[in-house]
């Protein structure tokens, strides 16, 4: 059974300040991952994949991936309250899995 | 319309009806999935088509029933369900089918179902 692990949360951090969010994945053989990000009432939209090991930034995000560990962590740099929201880590393959989510507070 | 398309957004259903799901991507893309989202729990896999062909069925009850008429819609026929069936249903496309290639899901509104 492929399985994504998440923290639940609520991870809550300051306005400005860095958040980090961290995923781990049972199934060494995977290829792709993402972030998605999910507010509350509303549907998951991508934010992010990566599937090469090491960073990779857009804008205030910046995705890490260590294949070696299957480590997965998601930074969001000068955290806004509109970040404030569950993000959703997943494998890609042709069965996506997908954690069940870190809860995000961005306190103003 | 642009994007994923899902509807009813909410549904209210008795444990004998029968209904419907409706999702519609006017992307272009070519797999369509279902998933369910209970809360507190991970997005579970139903269905994968691609190509219009069904190549997954996650050991889904029969009570859920998918329909892929071509590229572009996906149904989800609902009979004699449970309230444990009660959760979010979501409809969600991909120009990738085997998921390597980097692009990701585009999902729908969702249909917020309860079971009564």
């Known amino acids: 059974q492929k399985e994504v692990e998440q923290n639940s949360g609520p991870l809550s951090v300051p306005e400005g300040a860095i958040a980090s969010l961290n995923c781990t994945y049972s199934d060494r053989g995977s290829q792709s991952f993402f972030w998605y990000r999910q507010y509350s009432g509303k549907s998951p939209e991508l934010i992010m994949s990566?599937?090469?090991?090491g960073d990779k930034e857009d804008g205030r995000f910046t995705a890490q991936l260590n294949k070696a560990s299957q480590y997965v962590s998601l930074l969001i740099r000068d955290s806004q309250p509109s970040d404030s929201a569950t993000y959703l880590c997943a494998v890609g393959g042709f069965k996506t899995i997908f954690g069940a989510g870190t809860r995000l507070f961005v306190k103003a | 319309e642009t994007g994923v398309t899902q509807t009813p957004r909410h549904l209210v259903m008795g444990m004998t009806n029968k209904k419907s799901l409706k999702c519609e991507q006017h992307?272009?893309?070519?797999?369509m999935y279902w998933y369910k989202q209970s809360a507190k729990k991970p997005l579970e896999l139903m269905f994968v088509?691609?190509?219009?062909?069904?190549?997954e069925n996650n050991s889904v009850p029969s009570r859920f029933s998918p329909e892929c008429p071509n590229s572009s819609h996906l149904f989800l026929h609902l009979h004699t369900l449970q309230p444990e069936d009660s959760a979010l249903y979501l409809c969600a496309s991909s120009q990738d089918p085997g998921g390597n290639l980097g692009y990701g899901y585009t999902f729908g509104s969702g249909t917020r179902l309860t079971v009564v």
């Open positions: 990566i599937y090469s090991n």
């Open positions: 088509y691609s190509l219009e062909e069904r190549v």
């Open positions: 992307l272009g893309h070519n797999a």
